[in-house]
C-alpha cells in the first residue's frame, strides 16, 4: 500500500518562497505520475501542477512562471518550489500519486488520482 506524506507547509509573507516536498512510502512504483493540489477554505480543490512518469509537467495558470515541480525517483520524493508568492496561493497543499486518466487533458483533475496524502498548510500573508 502506498502512502504519501506532505511536509515544508508554514507561514510566509507575500513575495516570499516555500518548497514542499511529498514522500512516498510502501509498494511505490516510479511510474506513477504525481501532482500537486491545493484547497482553500470556502473553494473547490484545484491541479496546481502535475509530472507525469515520463518527465512532462503541467501547471495551472495562476502558478505558472513561479512555481516548480520535480521528482527524485531515487529517493521517492516529490516537489514543488514556490516562489512569489501570494496571498491568494494560501490553501492546504495536497499531493497526489497514481493518475488513470489521459495526460495530454487531465493532468490536473482531482478525480484521475487515486492516492492522496493528508496535506500541507500553507499562509501568505500580505
Known amino acids: 500500500q502506498v502512502k504519501l506524506v506532505e511536509s515544508g507547509g508554514g507561514s510566509v509573507k507575500a513575495g516570499g518562497s516555500l518548497r514542499l516536498s511529498c514522500a512516498a512510502s510502501?509498494?511505490?512504483?516510479?511510474?506513477?505520475?504525481m501532482a500537486w493540489f491545493r484547497q482553500a477554505p470556502g473553494k473547490e480543490r484545484e491541479g496546481v501542477a502535475a509530472?507525469?512518469?515520463?518527465?512532462?509537467?503541467t501547471y495551472a495558470a495562476s502558478v505558472k512562471g513561479r512555481f516548480s515541480i520535480s521528482r527524485d525517483n531515487s529517493k521517492n520524493t516529490l516537489d514543488l518550489e514556490m516562489n512569489n508568492l501570494k496571498p491568494e496561493d494560501t490553501a492546504m497543499y495536497y499531493c497526489?500519486?497514481?493518475?488513470?486518466?489521459?495526460?495530454?487533458?487531465?493532468?490536473?483533475?482531482?478525480?484521475?488520482?487515486?492516492?492522496w496524502g493528508p496535506g500541507t498548510q500553507v499562509i501568505v500573508s500580505s
Open positions: 509530472i507525469a512518469n515520463f518527465g512532462g509537467t
Open positions: 510502501g509498494d511505490y512504483p516510479a511510474t506513477y505520475s
Open positions: 497526489a500519486a497514481r493518475f488513470a486518466c489521459t495526460w495530454a487533458s487531465d493532468s490536473l483533475r482531482d478525480n484521475c488520482y487515486s492516492i
